[in-house]
């Protein structure tokens, strides 16, 4: 018989998100043979896409579409890393940017229920998720989109798959995707100082009044210290304000102004951002099941 390994048995359990003592049983069932074991685990719990659906998807791609005035950016989530550049999930990415455009979905749920084909499944993009999470054995899911349509233009910008822009702009097509990228550099907030949330505000704020109050200067200064302390924050995550990444000696603003472009509004997007990462301890929780088998025997 095959000598079962730790290694091995994290592989089946990567692949299926099944119980370490189950991957164990069901590797030494079938020998040592990977695939056969697999499969014993999904006769016994069930479909992978079923079990991969409550697994944190916390990677994935920004991908976008431009077609004249209309434009679409979407960001598809997946557990790791590696699947970020399988070929099927990317297809998947980038089918899903163009229906929003095309078809201008109210919602995500909306979105799944377009018509839509690959690798097999369908007959929606819906079906295509589940049956692709089937396939790779990840779990897999579309966050959240943004569809720009209308009189402006739309300018676009991919840095890497992580990162991506959408500018709705009137003027020249280069300073509006000069301002994409610097966008993807800087990431601000809002256009305007005035339109930067009040929650952000009042947390710098608070920031600010907290450090003041350390300082120990008298009540006056230190009322002016908070404020000047907001007001360059301000300045900082508002775009018109921050300095243009490719000339330091003037803002977004001027530089745009020069170029007769005018700015309507922009949409960011980084892969990921405000979820909760789950780290997963393989030693320890090696540890907690074998200590919680002995115990039950």
């Not at 960001?75 to 790791?80: A, F, K, L, R, Y």
């Not at 054995?137 to 569809?147: I, L, Y």
């Not at 006056?220 to 330091?248: H, R």
């Amino acid at each position: 018989m095959a000598a079962i390994t730790a290694s091995m048995v994290a592989e089946l359990r990567a692949k299926t998100d099944a119980p370490m003592m189950e991957c164990k049983k069901a590797l030494t069932e079938a020998e040592g043979d990977m695939a056969k074991a697999e499969e014993l685990l999904r006769v016994k719990l069930g479909t992978k896409a079923g079990k991969a659906a409550s697994r944190v998807t916390a990677e994935g791609v920004v991908t976008s579409f431009v077609s004249g005035t209309t434009g679409a950016m979407i960001e598809v989530n997946c557990e790791t890393d590696f699947v970020t550049k399988n070929d099927s999930f990317l297809a998947l990415a980038n089918a899903a940017a163009k229906l929003v455009a095309e078809h201008n979905p109210a919602d995500v749920a909306a979105l799944g229920e377009l018509p839509y084909s690959q690798d097999g499944f369908g007959p929606t993009l819906e079906e295509v998720r589940k049956g692709l999470i089937g396939k790779i054995g990840e779990n897999m899911s579309f966050r959240r989109f943004k569809r720009a349509a209308g009189a402006a233009k739309i300018a676009n910008y991919l840095h890497g798959t992580r990162i991506g822009v959408l500018v709705e702009y009137e003027g020249d097509e280069i300073a509006a995707k000069d301002v994409a990228m610097h966008v993807a550099a800087m990431k601000p907030v809002s256009l305007t100082s005035a339109e930067v949330p009040a929650e952000l505000i009042e947390k710098e704020r608070s920031v600010a009044t907290a450090k003041a109050a350390e300082s120990g200067k008298p009540a006056d200064i230190a009322t002016k210290m908070i404020e000047g302390s907001v007001q360059k924050y301000l300045k900082e995550v508002s775009l018109f304000n921050q300095s243009f990444v490719k000339n330091d000696k003037q803002t977004v603003e001027q530089m745009l102004k020069a170029a007769g472009t005018t700015v309507k509004a922009f949409t960011l997007y980084v892969v990921g951002e405000g979820i909760e990462k789950k780290v997963d301890d393989f030693a320890a929780e090696v540890a907690a099941q074998v200590a919680a088998a002995q115990g039950g025997a």
